[in-house]
């Protein structure tokens, strides 16, 4: 049903559905295609160079441009708008990824050139995650949709994405190959433009006008705009602090993902199929408990659900690989896992919608999620040569260590009581004109 509602900027408009179905459709597939990439991208490294630190560095060239990118192009997407930017650069990863196959069929796919094709894909992908990110606030308005609602949604999205997309990149890349999961990435990214382009309603995405500060200036300025974020994150130490712990745990989790995992499911035998199957089994159970957050996480204690998903979702799939553990094990373990996870972000993306403003979305997301990501190309990196050096075991019992310790440790610093001030039942309902934001800083399993 549809009814005259009035947005955040006085402006009439209708209430649906639709523009945050289009927006989440969009997340999905795009993320769907990266998560069968993250499949396929690195067995083919693997079992093409047979080297773990040459794996590592495909990752880290994906990666860099991705962080680095995505970094300075808040501003602009602030200035552009997000619509624009997303389906532009969904556009041009899709013809990058679709290069891959195309060169390696005419056997013209040197490593230094899959490099460089894998670096202009994360280039561009930085700036279209973002976009898409930016739009979920304007879209729950539209819908009239909560905004820890819509963030438990927008986590739970991610999730599926991560649970079919390993599971079609493990079987792809069993029956057919690498490259096959490749081209299925390049389509994912095109429709992903589809979605974006063509189905979300007219002036959906528009870039928001900025407002003028009392001394006159306009700040339209690049720079300035820039620094406005720089500005806002320093003022902010919870969100500081948070963006610092899980960046340690994404350079953690890129290392698994990217080399430890494909490793051991070279060493023990399973093949790539396991390492579809451990992808899905934490993203199906992450699915879950994302929606069971966007239902119930409201109502709880926030440090409480933070600290517990993290608990759960990070040392136990280290050492349960370093075990030497029967595949029903590690299933088991990494389902566990992905239910904490599955906790996490909704929590984190509700806390950062309270506190940012709208017209300052870009370029917040953009610092918050390169500061919180600027390990993750280093992950593999590490990774790969700790193994080549020590060996798979001591590397995964070192990784589950730290992840323990840096997930837990930081609970006792006093700012994240602030966490649960603006999470209890006393806590003013934040305007979405002043407090919509979609930046959410995104575990990468």
């Not at 989790?253 to 396991?274: C, M, Q």
């Not at 440790?409 to 209890?424: C, I, N, V």
Request: charged letters at 15%; a positive charge.
């Amino acid at each position: 049903m549809m009814e005259d509602v009035h947005g955040a900027d006085g402006i009439p408009g209708k209430r649906s559905l639709r523009p945050l179905g289009g927006v989440l459709a969009a997340i999905a597939v795009s993320l769907t295609g990266t998560r069968i990439s993250a499949v396929a991208l690195p067995w083919f490294a693997l079992v093409t160079t047979g080297s773990a630190t040459q794996t590592g560095l495909v990752a880290f060239c994906e990666m860099t441009p991705y962080v680095a990118v995505k970094a300075f192009t808040g501003p602009l997407v602030d200035r552009i708008g997000p619509r624009a930017v997303s389906w532009t650069t969904d556009l041009a990863s899709a013809t990058a990824a679709a290069l891959i196959p195309l060169f390696h069929t005419l056997d013209l796919l040197s490593f230094p050139l899959l490099l460089a094709l894998v670096a202009l894909i994360g280039a561009v992908r930085g700036p279209g995650d973002l976009a898409k990110e930016v739009m979920v606030p304007e879209a729950a308005e539209r819908g009239r949709v909560p905004l820890e609602r819509a963030a438990g949604l927008a986590g739970a999205t991610e999730r599926l994405a991560s649970t079919i997309g390993p599971a079609v990149g493990g079987s792809l890349v069993a029956l057919l190959g690498p490259m096959t999961g490749l081209v299925v990435n390049a389509g994912c990214f095109a429709l992903g433009s589809v979605l974006i382009g063509l189905a979300l309603p007219r002036k959906m995405g528009d870039a928001v006008e900025e407002i003028p500060p009392p001394g006159g200036e306009t700040g339209t300025g690049y720079w300035r705009r820039f620094g406005e974020g720089f500005t806002f994150l320093r003022g902010e130490p919870l969100l500081l602090t948070v963006i610092v712990v899980v960046g340690v745990t994404n350079l953690l989790d890129a290392g698994l993902t990217t080399v430890l995992t494909p490793v051991w499911a070279k060493e023990s035998g399973n093949g790539p199929t396991a390492i579809g199957l451990t992808g899905s089994v934490m993203g199906g159970a992450a699915v879950v408990g994302s929606l069971l957050a966007a239902v119930a996480a409201h109502r709880l204690r926030r440090r409480v659900v933070f600290f517990t998903g993290f608990l759960l979702a990070g040392a136990p799939r280290f050492l349960i690989l370093a075990s030497d553990a029967p595949m029903g094990a590690v299933l088991a373990v990494f389902a566990v896992s992905g239910f904490g996870a599955g906790f996490v972000n909704p929590v984190l993306g509700a806390l950062l919608f309270e506190r940012v403003p709208r017209r300052m979305l870009g370029r917040v997301n953009a610092l918050g999620d390169s500061l919180s990501w600027a390990g993750i190309p280093l992950g593999g990196l590490i990774a790969g040569a700790a193994v080549a050096s020590v060996g798979l075991v001591p590397v995964l019992l070192a990784g589950g260590a730290a992840y323990f310790v840096a997930t837990n440790l930081t609970g006792l610093r006093s700012e994240w009581r602030e966490m649960d001030r603006a999470g209890g039942r006393g806590a003013a309902k934040p305007q979405l004109d002043e407090a919509a934001q979609s930046t959410r800083t995104n575990l990468t399993t």
